[in-house]
């Protein structure tokens, strides 16, 4: 069935927490107020490390305050520098981390389908002071990661994995985490699994465990030694009761989510200059973004015409992730931000779009959301065609 273009009543967001219930959080809390025990590695801490290793399906996991101080220390932990090789179409906090570390980021093209790092552009960006690849899942999608490997294998780079969107995805029923040295994830509110900020790193092995575990704690070894300068990179008790609530809720959700972008989907389909993120048959999504792309010339109306024209209908989408990192004048000097080396990324920074995507909508929505957008098409010359909604 078809809907014509209505206005929601309240605001629909990109996205929104998932929340547990109440009740639930107040008898975790109970069980934290009894232990005075409120960080600092304590019991929630201990519980949810081994249940995210278990989830997650990794060698090993050390839990961080967010997914910025976690990348933070795995830099420092495998002793990054000089040059690093990443993605401009991502997040703030992947090139910030690197500049942090005064390490300089060098952007490298994306795929245009996967809009993930193009493993084919990495080696002509590797210079003698290159020291690593820090590719990014970007919404969920899994990297190239056996090419990106090769080319790290054969340049001898470490390969640090900013995988904040990625917690849950498995490729042929493995753990993303498991690929190269070391991934990030995050657990800000915002992902599906949260601890409202929090975030974490996995490798395969005890003794990076370790490295990381001192990193985050001041480099304290114990009362009297402290072996390197680190940092509080601690999650709290609060942090990590909630996080192991949600991770009870979460699996609902992801069908919840899943069900959604069926919808979109199949409400989405055939709508001309319109294109849907790729079905990966191999990957076990996290139903954690669902981000459209838009060709301005076949649809009849820029993205960011759209992203403006919904929100005459309460529709809040987000254009993750425009302005591409190289363009942020911290950034644009840098050679590698370049346009002309990062033609694909341009282009794709025009034109994604992410619509809403939580649990809390309902199919009806989303099939309104898209009968909303279906009346921008072709609508480009025509301001007025929306007014009065
Ligand atoms: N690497 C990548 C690739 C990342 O995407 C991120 C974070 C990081 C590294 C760093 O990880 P963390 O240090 O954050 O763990 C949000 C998140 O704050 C950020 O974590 C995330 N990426 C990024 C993609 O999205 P904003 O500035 O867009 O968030 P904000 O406040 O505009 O919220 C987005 C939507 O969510 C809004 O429509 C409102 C809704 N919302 C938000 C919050 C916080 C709620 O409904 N409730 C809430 O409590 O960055």
């Given at each position: 069935?078809?809907?014509?273009?209505?206005?929601?009543?309240?605001?629909?967001?990109?996205?929104?927490?998932?929340?547990?219930?109440?009740?639930?959080?107040?008898?975790?809390?109970?069980?934290?107020?009894?232990?005075?025990?409120?960080?600092?590695?304590?019991?929630?801490?201990?519980?949810?490390?081994?249940?995210?290793?278990?989830?997650l399906?990794v060698?090993?996991?050390?839990?961080?305050?967010?997914g910025?101080?976690a990348l933070?220390?795995a830099c420092?932990?495998l002793?990054l520098?000089?040059?690093v090789i990443t993605t401009?179409?991502t997040?703030?906090a992947t090139?910030?981390v690197?500049?942090?570390?005064?390490?300089?980021?060098?952007?490298?093209?994306?795929?245009?389908?996967?809009?993930n790092l193009?493993p084919?552009?990495?080696?002509?960006?590797?210079?003698?002071?290159?020291?690593a690849i820090m590719p990014v899942h970007v919404?969920g999608v899994p990297c190239d990661v056996a090419a990106i490997q090769?080319?790290a294998?054969?340049?001898?780079l470490k390969v640090v994995y900013d995988a904040a969107h990625a917690c849950?995805i498995?490729v042929?029923?493995e753990g993303i985490g498991t690929f190269g040295d070391v991934s990030m994830f995050s657990?800000?509110?915002?992902?599906?699994?949260?601890?409202?900020?929090?975030g974490a790193l996995v490798c395969k092995?005890?003794?990076?465990?370790?490295?990381?575990?001192?990193?985050?704690?001041?480099?304290?070894?114990?009362?009297?030694?402290?072996?390197?300068?680190?940092?509080?990179?601690?999650?709290?008790?609060?942090?990590?009761?909630?996080?192991?609530?949600?991770?009870?809720?979460?699996?609902?959700?992801?069908?919840?989510?899943?069900?959604?972008?069926?919808?979109?989907?199949?409400?989405?389909?055939?709508?001309?200059?319109?294109?849907?993120?790729?079905?990966?048959?191999?990957?076990?999504?996290?139903?954690?973004?669902?981000?459209?792309?838009?060709?301005?010339?076949?649809?009849?109306?820029?993205?960011?015409?759209?992203?403006?024209?919904?929100?005459?209908?309460?529709?809040?989408?987000?254009?993750?992730?425009?302005?591409?990192?190289?363009?942020?004048?911290?950034?644009?000097?840098?050679?590698?931000?370049?346009?002309?080396?990062?033609?694909?990324?341009?282009?794709?920074?025009?034109?994604?779009?992410?619509?809403?995507?939580?649990?809390?909508?309902?199919?009806?929505?989303?099939?309104?959301?898209?009968?909303?957008?279906?009346?921008?098409?072709?609508?480009?010359?025509?301001?007025?065609?929306?007014?009065?909604?």
């Open positions: 069935m078809r809907f014509g273009p209505t206005k929601f009543p309240e605001p629909v967001l990109v996205t929104r927490p998932l929340l547990p219930n109440l009740d639930s959080v107040q008898r975790k809390l109970a069980e934290v107020w009894d232990s005075r025990w409120i960080t600092n590695h304590g019991r929630q801490h201990t519980l949810l490390e081994e249940r995210l290793t278990q989830f399906k060698g090993q996991l050390s839990l961080f305050n967010n910025t101080v933070l220390a420092k932990a002793g520098s000089g040059e401009p179409f997040f703030a090139p910030h690197l500049n942090w570390c005064r390490i300089t980021p060098v952007f490298c093209d994306i795929d245009p389908i996967s809009m193009n084919h552009k990495l080696e002509s960006q590797i210079t003698p002071t290159t020291t919404f090769a080319v294998d054969r340049h001898g849950g498995e042929n029923g657990f800000h509110a915002t992902k599906l699994f949260h601890t409202v900020e929090g092995d005890a003794i990076s465990k370790t490295e990381f575990d001192l990193i985050r704690n001041f480099g304290i070894k114990n009362e009297e030694e402290v072996l390197m300068p680190g940092i509080n990179g601690k999650m709290n008790e609060i942090q990590a009761a909630i996080g192991l609530l949600v991770l009870d809720d979460l699996a609902e959700e992801h069908a919840k989510r899943g069900a959604l972008i069926a919808a979109y989907r199949e409400a989405l389909e055939g709508i001309p200059g319109i294109t849907c993120p790729p079905v990966l048959p191999n990957v076990k999504s996290n139903n954690q973004y669902f981000v459209i792309r838009i060709d301005a010339e076949r649809f009849g109306c820029s993205r960011d015409y759209v992203c403006e024209e919904f929100k005459k209908y309460n529709v809040f989408t987000r254009k993750y992730f425009y302005p591409l990192c190289s363009q942020f004048s911290c950034y644009a000097d840098l050679p590698s931000a370049s346009q002309e080396n990062l033609p694909v990324a341009t282009r794709v920074a025009e034109e994604v779009l992410s619509l809403p995507l939580y649990g809390g909508l309902s199919v009806n929505d989303v099939q309104k959301i898209v009968a909303i957008l279906r009346s921008f098409a072709g609508q480009k010359n025509l301001p007025n065609a929306v007014a009065g909604c």
